[in-house]
């Protein structure tokens, strides 16, 4: 669920260099902003963990 793509974005970004707390802080930051763009697209009650890993790059982008 949610919870695992939050998990493997701190995994993600740690396995990428950075310290494990800058990770977690980051990964929630983007995991929350690409929700909220998911919900403003689709609403809340369709959200599902999936939606999160497949707004994720183009959140990424934007957050640059």
């Given at each position: 669920g949610m919870g695992d793509v939050?998990?493997?974005?701190?995994?993600?970004?740690?396995?990428?260099?950075?310290d494990l707390t800058k990770a977690a802080l980051a990964a929630v930051v983007l995991h929350a902003h690409t929700a909220d763009r998911v919900v403003n697209?689709?609403?809340?009650?369709?959200l599902l963990a999936g939606d999160i890993c497949e707004e994720m790059g183009p959140t990424m982008l934007l957050m640059q």
């Open positions: 939050l998990a493997g974005m701190i995994a993600g970004l740690a396995a990428q260099g950075s697209k689709i609403g809340q009650a369709a």
